[in-house]
Every structure is written in structure tokens, then in C-alpha cells.
């Protein structure tokens, strides 16, 4: 240590360097309506301000261990990111912002079989010329029985069949708009809409419905064609003339009843079922609705395409409107025929069970048909009680209790030339079953809510196929049937009771809602949206049936009453 010439200890700094280190106290500021300085000055205009709270932990000035950066950085997680502020690092790197351009021509990429062929040749012209393509067979061995030099092995053709489904015109069928069923004319106003995700969420929970009339007569099922096979098959006569349903105001017992006051909700079990599966409807459909004071009657138009059966509806590769034998008019065409024609032709001529009242619609000089019509009574809530006209196909005795059990028969027909059914339908109905499920879900869905409807017993299914898948003109063959109890087969094909009943409540309480007059609920294609519109009382009274208009059933261009 130094001593000075008094005597006296010196510091260990020097003078000069304590009198730089000297504190010197900053102006302050009052600010007298608060706290905090009056305003910022010029040397602090730019700096961030961040607001805080007095209980706030204060935090690094440069924190490079926060989570936020270390997960930037490295790409993962190490904990909970802080909150992010004025004063928040974020790493940001600087190659992101520079990108290589490539100036270089690029050839277009090929798919498919154009490839396959191209890199096959590639390898051939390999090793001066020495063959390797590992398919052909050695020098010296024969090809073999089933293959032919120049033919497409089943590996290429399978392979041809994907990329055609993938690529092809199936890919373009099945994203073309579809024309709605009836055309909306301009003089009609739109006065309620409902959408069908709205319809998914309700459900309703209906009592056993009460018969109210019998009428018709039904004929014994024969129980032969329970053991009809593919081997033992059974060729099906095709009706010539089809009995075109009645439509609701036509029927005089409804008409009837109608007076009676029996009900609010008049329709038939065709009009119900398009209403209730309307979720798994894919083309369009329309329905009239006449407000008579406190009454709503459901009907149809006079166009016979309401009536028709659909054919690969929900399928995914729908058929082609430019084939004559397989458009969607044609087949649609030919599986109502098949249906109706199947229909009678499993049913015995002999024995037959008749009802107290006459069939309605029988004309004169011609045989009865034989079919049963149940009037039935659902009630809904205390306002709204609906009766219908249900349809039953036959009847068959119990084995055991020997009591009359009420049949419904439907057939499904094949129509695809890569038919599968005479190979298959014997050994693995199941998988033939769940193709047809996946392909016309709304058909089933109709078949079955039909038979719940009319309070049948048991469902038959048949399985009627082409003599020649590729002309139906040659006729057809039953080649199976299966049995099936409806609630069974519902809880099968995922169809909830309950569900559909609240999706017909829903549309009553719409149809409840409009003014005196006639109205007409359209459902456009491939749309998740009902539409009611008002029309004029006689829009479709004066119509023949050489006014038609296009209408697509699938994608074809048919012909409808407008």
C-alpha cells in the first residue's frame, strides 16, 4: 500500500477512477395525476413498453435457455413455452428466405402402364441386347396351357382395371353434377329449407301403431324357392305390364279416412320411406305436399320415375349414362321389372288369404294382384298422427305355431359382366350380401323401413342374375333367396328406428308450419339440403305423358313428367 505525506492509508484505486465511478442521481419527474412519468421523452420513443403487474416475476433481458427457443432451434420440445412479449426471443433461420432457382427443363412424370412398358424395354436393351425380362419363360420351356404369346398376363390386366378405376371415366362419373328431378320453374317461391345434418340428430321414439283397414288379398308363398340354388336355379318370367302404386289423394279408403278424422298425416309407405332414409339418398327425389286446414296429405307427381328402383346408387363407380344396355335409366328399367315380376312368380296360385275389404285398385277384366294393403295409425305427439297405406307381398303358415306370418319379397339383381355371383353366391352370400349393402345402402334401407312399416314377419331377398351379363334381353335366373327378419336386418345394415322417425317428424313439423295450398319438397342430388317450394294449385294437373323433360337417375339423361 502507498502512504501519502500525512501518514494516511490510500484506497486501493486511484482518485481519478473513483471520481468516473461516482453515482450521480438522474433527473426525476412528478407526475401528479398518477403514477409513472408524464410522458415519454424523444430517447425512449421507439423502445417497446410492455405493461406489467406489480406481482410479475421479472425475467432474463436475454433468456437463450427458453423453451420457445430451444424447441425453434433443435425442433423439440423442452418444456412449457413462456408467454410470448415485446421482449420474447424468436429464432428464425436465415436459409428459410434463399431458395435455388433450377432453370433446368423438367420432363412430365408418367404413370400407369406407359412406365411399366417403358422401364420393361429399358431392361431388355440391357447387356447388349440380352433379355431380361424375368416373365418371359427360359429357352427351352414351354409357356404353359393358359398362356398365350402377345396376351396381357393377369398381374398387367389387374393392374390396367385399377389405374382405369383411378384415372379412367369412372373417376369423372362420379364427380358429375346430376340434374335435380323436376325442374324449379320461376314463379315458385322458396319458403323453407332443411338440411339433412340437421335431420341426423333427431330421434323420436313411436308407439305400436293401430291397424285401421284390410284390404286385397294375399296369396301362399311357395317354399320351394327357399332351396333355389346356383345349380338348381330357376329362370324368371318377366311380367309385361307393371301396376304403377296410387298415389295417397287417389285412394278412396284414405279419402275416407281422411273424413273420418283419424289422422293429420296422410301418405303411403313408398313416400315414408324415401322421407325417412333420406340420409343415405344419393340422387334426388321430390314429394307434393297439399295443407288441407289442420290435414297434410304427402303424394306424388304423376312421372312413374318416382316408383322406379335405383340400381348402384351409393356405389362408387356409378354405371356409364352412354352404355345402352347398363345407364341408369335402363337398369332402373330393368330392376323394377325383375322386382315386380319376382314379386308374383315366387307366390303358389292355389291357396290365397282374403281380406274383408276388395283390393281398391283392381280393374275389371283383369286377374287381381296379389298383394295386401294395411292401413295403419302412428301417433307422434299429441298433435300429429299419421296413417299410411302399407303393402304386404304374401304370406306363409309358422312351422310351429301354425299361425299366418305376413311376407315382403324384393330381389336384387346383377347387372355388372364382371359378375360374381355363379361362382360365389353358394359359398360366400355373406360377401356378396356386403357388396350389395355398400352399393344400393339406400335401396335396402327402403326394402326394410317398407317391411317395418307394414309390420311384415320376415323379409325375402332374392338374387336374380343375367342368363348373359352383357344382353339382358336373354332372359334371367333366380339363383338364390335368403331370409331375413326386418328388425334383424335393420340393427344388420346399421338403420336406426328411432332416427327415422325423427327425421319424418322433423319434415312434418316443417310441412305443419305452411299456409293452406300445395307445395313441393325437392331434394337435390348429391346435396345435403331439403327445399319447399310453393307452387301454383294446378302445376301438375295438366300434364300428358308426351310432356317430358331430362332427368338424371344416376347421371343419364331420361325422360320425366315435369
Not at 283392381?362 to 297405406?389: C, F, H, N
Request: proline share 7%; net charge positive.
Amino acid at each position: 500500500r502507498n502512504k501519502t505525506a500525512a501518514g494516511t492509508k490510500s484506497s486501493l484505486f486511484p482518485l481519478p477512477f473513483l471520481r468516473a465511478m461516482s453515482f450521480r442521481v438522474p433527473p426525476v419527474y412528478d407526475n401528479p395525476l398518477g403514477w409513472g412519468p408524464p410522458a415519454f421523452g424523444e430517447t425512449f420513443q421507439d423502445v417497446p413498453y410492455a405493461p406489467f403487474s406489480k406481482g410479475d416475476r421479472l425475467g432474463r433481458a436475454a433468456d437463450w435457455n427458453q423453451a420457445q427457443y430451444q424447441q425453434q432451434r433443435y425442433g423439440r420440445e423442452r418444456g412449457t413455452a413462456p408467454p410470448s412479449g415485446p421482449f420474447s426471443y424468436f429464432h428464425v433461420d436465415d436459409d428459410e428466405s434463399f431458395q435455388m432457382v433450377d432453370s433446368k427443363v423438367q420432363k412430365p412424370k408418367q404413370f400407369g402402364m406407359q412406365r411399366r412398358s417403358q422401364q420393361t424395354q429399358s431392361q431388355r436393351n440391357v447387356g447388349g441386347g440380352r433379355a431380361l425380362d424375368r416373365r418371359a419363360p427360359p429357352q427351352g420351356r414351354s409357356q404353359g396351357k393358359g398362356r398365350q404369346p402377345g396376351r396381357r398376363s393377369d398381374r398387367d390386366r389387374a393392374w390396367g382395371d385399377r389405374r382405369a378405376r383411378t384415372y379412367g371415366p369412372d373417376k369423372e362419373r362420379s364427380a358429375r353434377l346430376r340434374d335435380p328431378t323436376v325442374t324449379i320453374r320461376a314463379d315458385w317461391n322458396a319458403v323453407e329449407q332443411l338440411a339433412v345434418s340437421q335431420l341426423q340428430k333427431m330421434s323420436l321414439d313411436v308407439p305400436e301403431p293401430q291397424d285401421l283397414v284390410w284390404a286385397g288379398s294375399l296369396a301362399h308363398y311357395n317354399k320351394l324357392y327357399d332351396r333355389v340354388t346356383v345349380r338348381e336355379c330357376r329362370k324368371l318370367k318377366i311380367a309385361g305390364d307393371l301396376e304403377t302404386p296410387v298415389t295417397t289423394t287417389d285412394d278412396p279408403i284414405i279419402r275416407k279416412l281422411s273424413k273420418e278424422g283419424v289422422g293429420t298425416v296422410f301418405a303411403t309407405d313408398t313416400i315414408l320411406s324415401t322421407l325417412m332414409c333420406s340420409l343415405r339418398s344419393v340422387y334426388g327425389w321430390d314429394v307434393l305436399v297439399q295443407r288441407v286446414g289442420s290435414m297434410v296429405f304427402l303424394d306424388k307427381r304423376a312421372s312413374p320415375l318416382f316408383d322406379h328402383l335405383t340400381v348402384s346408387e351409393t356405389c362408387h363407380d356409378h354405371p356409364d349414362d352412354k352404355d345402352p344396355i347398363n345407364s341408369p335409366r335402363a337398369l332402373s328399367e330393368e330392376a323394377t321389372k325383375i322386382n315386380w315380376s319376382f314379386s308374383q312368380q315366387v307366390l303358389s296360385q292355389g291357396e290365397k288369404k282374403t281380406f274383408e275389404v276388395p283390393n281398391p285398385f283392381a280393374e275389371e277384366g283383369k286377374p287381381p294382384r296379389s298383394i295386401g294393403y294395411r292401413y295403419r295409425q302412428w301417433v307422434l305427439d299429441e298433435d300429429i298422427t299419421v296413417v299410411a297405406r302399407c303393402s304386404l307381398d304374401g304370406f306363409q303358415k309358422g312351422a310351429e305355431s301354425g299361425n299366418d306370418s305376413y311376407i315382403t319379397v324384393n330381389a336384387l339383381n346383377e347387372w355388372d359382366p364382371r359378375g360374381e355371383w355363379r361362382h360365389k353366391l353358394d359359398t360366400q352370400r355373406g360377401a356378396i350380401l356386403a357388396t350389395e349393402l355398400k352399393n344400393n345402402s339406400c335401396k335396402l334401407a327402403k326394402w326394410t323401413t317398407q317391411a317395418l312399416l307394414a309390420g311384415a314377419d320376415q323379409m325375402k331377398l332374392g338374387f336374380v342374375s343375367r342368363e348373359s351379363l352383357r344382353e339382358p334381353q336373354l332372359g334371367h335366373t333366380t339363383l338364390g333367396m335368403q331370409t331375413f327378419k326386418p328388425k334383424d336386418f335393420a340393427t344388420q345394415i346399421n338403420l336406426s328406428v328411432p332416427q327415422m322417425w325423427g327425421i319424418l317428424k322433423g319434415v312434418i313439423d316443417v310441412c305443419m308450419k305452411l299456409s293452406d295450398g300445395r307445395y313441393i319438397l325437392v331434394k337435390e342430388p348429391s346435396k345435403g339440403m331439403i327445399r319447399v317450394f310453393d307452387v301454383p294449385s294446378d302445376a301438375f294437373d295438366e300434364v300428358s305423358s308426351e310432356q317430358v323433360m331430362p332427368v338424371d337417375l344416376g347421371g343419364s339423361r331420361a325422360a320425366a313428367l315435369p
